[in-house]
T-cell receptor
Framework: KAGVTQTPRYLIKTRGQQVTLSCSPI?????VSWYQQTPGQGLQFLFE???????NKGNFPGRFSGRQFSNSRSEMNVSTLELGDSALYLC????????????????FGEGSRLTVL | KQEVTQIPAALSVPEGENLVLNCSFT??????LQWFRQDPGKGLTSLLL?????REQTSGRLNASLDKSSGRSTLYIAASQPGDSATYLC??????????FGAGTTVTVRA
């Protein structure tokens, strides 16, 4: 059974540009959540999608957005990149969503490492 | 806002010693608590998931306990091996259905 696949694995952008990251969940998983990991802030929740609907959102500015397609694949977009957006972006999938109260084990991808110059 | 703390930040032990990793959280109204392992530059691997109604969960050499009333969870790794060297993170799923992660404990097992 294939795991969570994230693409691209590494990318370099300059300030002001935008970036789109992709996540393909484990087959059969319908919930996809995104996290940002930085040395200073650790792992922070960005948002969660289930059945193409955003179910939950963390405390990030509107420059961070996402969507989910009918095949459960998800993309996140960061517009007007800032230096502080440099991070490892992790995607996780689960069979059930983390809302309302359906909790389940999360399976993470290897991440997309974004460097903003 | 849920705050999750992991102490110590780093730990070095000789092979064969048992490991005890601590995780504390400020809001006891959690739905579950999950322990993960992260190798350098990699994603997270789920180790154990404890539902709020459970007191502990075991998998092989790993055992995790949960005490909601005191806001604590402990991960025990028996008979540590060099392959256990990694960063271990705990994450609490709170009543706002968001996961809050600790900063992790980096473990080094010396051969």
């Amino acid at each position: 059974k294939a795991g969570v696949t994230q693409t691209p694995r590494y990318l370099i952008k300059t300030r002001g540009q935008q970036v789109t990251l992709s996540c393909s969940p484990i087959s059969g998983h319908r919930s996809v959540s995104w996290y940002q990991q930085t040395p200073g802030q650790g792992l922070q929740f960005l948002f969660e999608y289930f059945s193409e609907t955003q179910r939950n959102k963390g405390n990030f500015p509107g420059r961070f957005s996402g969507r989910q397609f009918s095949n459960s694949r998800s993309e996140m977009n960061v517009s007007t990149l800032e230096l502080g957006d440099s991070a490892l972006y992790l995607c996780a999938s689960s069979f059930k969503p983390h809302w309302p109260g359906n909790t389940g084990e999360l399976f993470f991808g290897e991440g997309s490492r974004l460097t903003v110059l | 806002k849920q705050e999750v703390t992991q102490i110590p930040a780093a730990l070095s032990v000789p092979e064969g010693e048992n490991l005890v990793l601590n995780c504390s959280f400020t809001d006891s109204a959690i739905y579950n608590l999950q322990w993960f392992r992260q190798d350098p530059g990699k994603g997270l691997t789920s180790l154990l998931l404890i539902q709020s109604s459970q007191r502990e969960q075991t998998s092989g050499r790993l055992n995790a306990s949960l005490d909601k009333s005191s806001g604590r969870s402990t991960l025990y790794i028996a008979a540590s091996q060099p392959g256990d060297s990694a960063t271990y993170l705990c994450a609490a799923c709170s009543n706002d259905y968001k996961l809050s992660f600790g900063a992790g404990t980096t473990v080094t097992v010396r051969a």
